[in-house]
């Protein structure tokens, strides 16, 4: 009798822990000077569920953000709701401003299909078209009309699977279904066609969740090679991943931003407890 | 120590106990899932057997080999290209002729009706057409297998099969068709008519063409109208329309629209199409229409279902690339479902081709002679045709009503398959 009761009381003990105050406000340094996108107030519902509490930080331009946090903690919400694919949500509604080079995303007159040629987006599982691996890449622009010639978008294609590192593995099938490919490439296809209209910002949730470790290696040196010319925001449930691949790291906590650092600060010297819990593993 | 504790050894001896009680109920369900498949698969082969037994003899038919000369006088045509002379002609003297040269013994009126009664009444006009074809004839004779007549050709296939059924026939009839059989004059041939003409009173003129025409025109108007309609209700509905009460409320509805006997139809669509917008009745505009609002909630339901199906993954990355909604409709969601679509399609045509409820409604039971030409003549169709000709009293629509059985069947098993093959054929594999 005795046994059990002193294991729910640790229990609760953690529990009371990971409480947050409503007051909470987020540690750390959030804002950075020239932002490539700016969150000020963002707040998240489903139905009457509040998913995202009172979220405000920037995203400076060629960073590598990682948004880390137990599950359910609303930072895939958050992310979705930066190319506004939450919209496919009916349910979903988002107060605050979210903007992109000072422009509000939620502004009435702005298109969410320009929206999402400005911002991609690479996703969990990955989903690439059930048509060739060059038709994939070659999607975006012949929607956006980038490529007026063939020639121009034989380019597009194989410098994006350049990019994506994919190209010398798939040059000889380009017409093969984008299917065929394993996990991992067909996760770099999808980078290759997220990048093939040349987007400002791409965002990935978890993009190598459902990979192996070397598939993963792989998306992780591609992440660092993208930096240079794109803003990256990257969801991820890997604390070594967000250490190796990003420059500043999002702590998120049911609902709340809790910590922004610079990731070699977060992972060495959190400022707040709940992340120094999280990333030393106490729960998770 | 007031319950045995749970031991691995005790577990074990329940799960071993338990065993055979799982293993039976299985072994149990496997024998009920051979024997419901064991009594369908017997239901099919009787119900095959039947048909084709009864429906096979009707594509041979009994003709008479008679020397006809066509003589000017006796017909009355001496010009073929004056219209007036052919349909004051009698045709039929020619074969009537050849009967009392080939029988010339026979003698008085009564007599020799039964005599011409061997031959079709239809025979002098297909001597006509022969003879159309070939005006060089006028003036000659020569040898031609001549249609006989329906009850003949019933008793001369029984008779044959070694039970003759002479009930219809008088004892000189049945002399004569000896004796033509002795010289070998009268023979089964393929039975041509059954596919060339239009239904007719006389069993042996009867032909499926007529039906199997309006058919055509029905179902193919029911497919233009139905398939697009109803693929874009579907698209509407599944990805663009708000998910609220008034969609919920539409969706109720286009299940129960799917469960309405296809006889309501039938009235909705003689108080409408009929009496309100005054389209013609019995023509295969009307029974398209009818049949379009009978196929449409099939063709609506599956392809919601097929649509549901294409993996919400899809319709993520696509709308992710800045593809707009009808982007993602047309280049991702419509080619993976379309399969399914066009399964459902041919599964609502295979439903309304052997629809006549709806259509006795709206006046395509009509006695139609002629091969409907479009989708304004007067037509009926192949299950309308059947039971048509199984309500006839002459025996010899017996037989041709299961011919009719076995065309509608083959139709109906062609479009199943097809829709199977198209279905593996189109299908994507992930």
Redesign the interface.
């Known amino acids: 009798m005795n046994a059990i009761n002193s294991v729910t009381g640790a229990k609760a003990d953690v529990k009371q822990n990971l409480e947050v105050a409503d007051n909470q406000v987020t540690v750390g340094s959030c804002f950075t000077e020239a932002p490539k996108m700016t969150m000020r107030n963002v707040n998240v519902f489903y139905d009457d569920k509040q998913a995202i509490h009172d979220v405000s930080v920037d995203i400076a331009k060629h960073e590598v953000i990682a948004m880390i946090g137990p599950s359910g903690c609303g930072k895939s919400t958050f992310l979705r709701s930066l190319n506004r694919m939450n919209d496919t949500v009916e349910s979903c509604r988002v107060e605050g401003e979210i903007c992109m080079d000072g422009e509000n995303l939620y502004a009435p007159k702005l298109d969410v299909v320009e929206l999402r040629a400005r911002v991609g987006m690479v996703f969990q599982k990955p989903n690439p078209f059930p048509k060739s691996i060059y038709d994939n890449v070659a999607y975006g622009p012949k929607i956006h009309g980038l490529a007026d010639t063939r020639v121009d978008l034989d380019e597009i294609v194989e410098n994006s699977l350049r990019k994506a590192s994919l190209w010398e593995e798939v040059k000889e099938r380009l017409h093969q279904s984008g299917t065929g490919l394993s996990g991992g490439q067909q996760q770099r296809l999808c980078i290759a066609r997220a990048i093939a209209v040349s987007p400002e910002v791409i965002l990935m949730d978890e993009p190598c969740s459902a990979l192996d470790p070397i598939a993963t290696a792989k998306i992780e040196e591609l992440i660092e090679e993208l930096s240079q010319n794109f803003t990256i925001a990257i969801v991820t449930h890997s604390m070594q991943q967000a250490a190796r691949v990003s420059h500043r790291t999002a702590y998120f906590h049911l609902g709340r931003l809790i910590e922004v650092n610079p990731t070699e600060q977060v992972f060495t010297m959190p400022e707040h407890e709940l992340t120094e819990a999280y990333i030393t593993g106490r729960f998770g | 120590m007031t319950k045995p504790v749970s031991t691995p050894v005790n577990n074990l001896e329940k799960i071993r106990k338990s065993l055979g009680r799982r293993n039976r109920s299985e072994r149990l369900f496997r024998w009920y899932g051979r024997l419901a498949i064991f009594i369908g698969l017997a239901a099919v082969t009787v119900l095959f057997t039947d048909i084709v037994s009864k429906g096979h003899g009707a594509f041979r038919i009994a003709y008479l080999q008679l020397d006809v000369e066509y003589n000017q006088d006796l017909i009355g045509v001496d010009n073929l290209s004056d219209p007036k002379q052919l349909i004051l002609a009698n045709w039929q003297a020619v074969p009537k002729q050849a009967l009392r040269e080939q029988f010339p013994d026979v003698s008085g009126r009564s007599d020799k009706r039964k005599l011409y009664g061997l031959v079709s009444n239809g025979a002098g006009f297909d001597l006509k057409d022969r003879l159309l074809a070939n005006p060089l004839l006028l003036g000659t004779q020569e040898k031609v297998w001549i249609l006989a007549d329906d009850d003949i050709d019933t008793y001369y296939k029984s008779w044959l099969d070694g039970e003759p059924y002479a009930a219809r026939l008088s004892d000189k009839q049945v002399k004569w068709i000896g004796e033509l059989h002795d010289q070998g004059k009268i023979r089964l041939q393929f039975n041509s008519n059954l596919f060339t003409r239009g239904d007719s009173r006389e069993p042996e003129q009867a032909g499926i063409r007529g039906a199997v025409m309006g058919s055509l025109f029905t179902l193919l108007l029911t497919l233009m109208l139905s398939f697009p309609i109803g693929v874009a209700a579907a698209i509407y509905l599944e990805e663009f329309a708000?998910?609220n009460r008034w969609t919920d409320f539409i969706e109720v509805n286009i299940n129960n629209l799917a469960a309405v006997p296809s006889i309501i139809f039938g009235l909705l669509g003689l108080a409408i199409f009929i009496n309100f917008f005054h389209v013609p009745r019995s023509v295969p505009i009307v029974g398209g229409l009818v049949l379009t609002l009978m196929t449409l909630p099939t063709i609506i339901i599956t392809s919601r279902a097929s649509i549901k199906s294409v993996?919400p993954?899809?319709?993520?990355?696509?709308?992710?690339?800045?593809?707009?909604k009808y982007?993602m409709v047309l280049?991702?969601v419509l080619p993976?479902a379309l399969p399914g679509m066009l399964t459902g399609a041919i599964i609502g045509m295979a439903q309304a081709l052997g629809e006549s409820a709806p259509l006795l409604m709206i006046g395509m039971i009509a006695f139609i002679v002629d091969i409907p030409g479009g989708f304004s003549d007067p037509a009926t169709v192949l299950p309308v045709q059947i039971f048509l000709w199984a309500d006839s009293p002459e025996r010899a629509f017996i037989e041709k009503t299961s011919a009719a059985i076995m065309v509608l069947l083959s139709f109906l098993i062609v479009m199943n398959t097809s829709a199977v093959w198209l279905r593996k054929r189109l299908e994507?594999?992930?």
Request: proline fraction near 9%.
């Open positions: 708000p998910k993996p993954s899809i319709r993520e990355a696509a709308l992710g690339m800045g593809a707009s982007q280049h991702h993976l994507r594999r992930w």
